[in-house]
């Protein structure tokens, strides 16, 4: 029963690796562009600036602000709305809209718009730069593996070889024809070449592994690359000079443009600050009403009894009886709608500000905004000193690493050789084991030397290829 379930449980996994397909270096690169964490969190940063710049341009639209408030007042208080005193508890009601737009501010708005402007763009090529270092990074490791590849196929067949001479050896000990030390050292070459294999396949294993991590990849199981055949190697006449390839270079590579875009933001940054020294003129407009629990309107006025109130004479001196009369009403609040209506206003300001002095602020932040577009200046000519050089570092390495392919090539030819001629001495029992395992470990390193020259002559052309602007593909 338990075996059944293990088997239940290893079906997923087996059918997911027989699901996954190789992966080619255009596959791996194009799978990092769309999962790498930092292109993302670079993409989420240009997202950023072109928030602040449609920021900066809403900046030019006037903002409207609305607004209201209730407050409730006891004990004697001077009604807002009819400056009466009044003793019992009121409540009141107030409601505001308002605006206000700049008018002048020395250009900083114009000059913080298009600082934004070349700050996204910026970033865009910032962008393009992570996406150009994780590229290299993905071709390198890739080269990598095939080359770990490559060393592993070399050792097993070193393997086979010994094993075959093992077999051939066994023989002629068995028949007396040899002593029977040279089959213990040909058994000792064959553990230590069990051994390499070992080490190869643990080397072979890490190279997956830094390419897996690379790609960040969540289920690298099953995972395995394409290998192309790539024993075509260019030869030294084909390479362009240094100056060819900065000069392809020097018009498309993000890092150029990017410190330019960094000198013309600061350039921006100092109108910026100078706009300071520039009088600020802002207009403003608003409206607001209110009610008040307090208003009171007279209703219901009704004529009472006349009372004697007082005496008065005619003409002729006859005394005569005053009556007044008593008038009966009420208080009723007044309406929300006529009070709202009523108590209405609006104005419109403006606002004249003029600098005189802010504790020399303006003039150290224009200062140090000149600081800055000196030290970008010198960032533009660092960026493309720093091109130039790395250009120059990777055809140099890129012709010594031909050269040393070269030569190893010519070295394995003649290895080749002697070794050809060592085994037929020891095949006719001319030469001992010790001295025909040392002849083809000499041939083996030289093999596995021509195999790290040929790898990375091939990563050194593709950094080249990458500075003049051609797509990293095998």
């Known amino acids: 029963m338990r075996k059944y379930w293990l088997t239940l449980l290893f079906i997923p996994i087996i059918a997911i690796v027989s699901a996954q397909e190789s992966w080619s270096l255009e596959d791996c690169i ?24 449609s920021q900066s341009k809403l900046s030019l639209v006037p903002g409207l602000n609305a607004g209201a408030s209730e407050s409730v007042t006891f004990g004697r208080n001077v009604d807002p709305y009819t400056n009466d005193f009044s003793n019992e508890n009121f409540n009141s009601s107030n409601f505001q809209i308002s605006s206000s737009v700049t008018l002048f501010s020395g250009l900083q708005q114009y000059n913080n718009i298009k600082k934004a402007e070349i700050d996204t763009k910026a970033s865009f090529l910032l962008l393009e730069q992570t996406k150009n270092n994780i590229s290299l990074a993905i071709a390198s490791a890739y080269l990598n593996v095939l080359y770990s590849m490559d060393l592993l196929d070399l050792a097993k067949q070193q393997k086979e070889i010994t094993q075959q001479q093992f077999d051939r050896t066994s023989i002629l000990v068995e028949k007396g024809s040899l002593p029977e030390q040279s089959k213990y050292e040909l058994e000792a070459q064959l553990a230590n070449e069990e051994l390499n294999i070992v080490n190869n396949e643990n080397q072979l294993d890490l190279a997956k592994l830094n390419l897996i991590q690379l790609l960040e990849l969540e289920d690298p199981i099953g995972f395995n690359i394409v290998r192309p055949e790539i024993d075509n190697i260019s030869s030294e006449s084909t390479m362009m000079t240094v100056d060819q390839i900065f000069f392809e270079s020097a018009q498309r590579m993000p890092e150029i443009e990017y410190a330019e875009l960094n000198f013309l933001s600061a350039e921006k940054n100092l109108a910026i600050a100078k706009g300071s020294n520039y009088p600020r003129l802002t207009m403003s407009a608003s409206y607001g009403t209110g009610y008040s629990s307090a208003s ?7 004529l009472g009894e006349p009372y004697l109130s007082g005496f008065a004479t005619d003409n002729m001196g006859t005394l005569l009886d005053v009556y007044n009369y008593n008038y009966d009403y009420t208080y009723v609040n007044r309406p ?4 709202i209506s009523d108590n209405a206003s609006s104005v419109i300001a403006f606002n004249l500000s003029i600098p005189i002095f802010n504790g020399l602020q303006t003039k150290t932040n224009i200062d140090n905004s000149k600081i800055y577009i000196e030290q970008s200046k010198l960032q533009v000519d660092q960026a493309r000193k720093d091109l130039y050089k790395a250009i120059q570092q990777a055809h140099a390495d890129a012709l010594f690493a031909l050269k040393q392919y070269l030569a190893t090539e010519k070295t394995l030819d003649a290895m080749q050789l002697s070794f050809d001629y ?3 001495r ?18 083996s ?6 195999l790290r020259a040929k790898y990375e002559y091939i990563f050194k052309l593709k950094i080249l290829d990458f500075y003049r602007g051609i797509t990293i593909k095998l």
Do not use: P
């Open 426 to 443: 020891y095949d006719q029992g001319l030469l001992n084991t010790t001295d025909f395992n040392v002849a083809k470990n000499n041939l």
């Open 445 to 450: 390193k030289t093999e596995a030397d021509l």
């Open 30 to 53: 194009h799978y990092a562009m769309e999962n790498n964490i930092q292109i993302k969190t670079q993409q989420l940063n240009t997202e950023i600036n072109q928030n602040q710049l």
């Open 296 to 302: 009171k309107d007279i209703s219901n006025i009704s």
């Open 422 to 424: 060592t085994q037929k």
């Open 336 to 339: 929300f709608s006529d009070q």
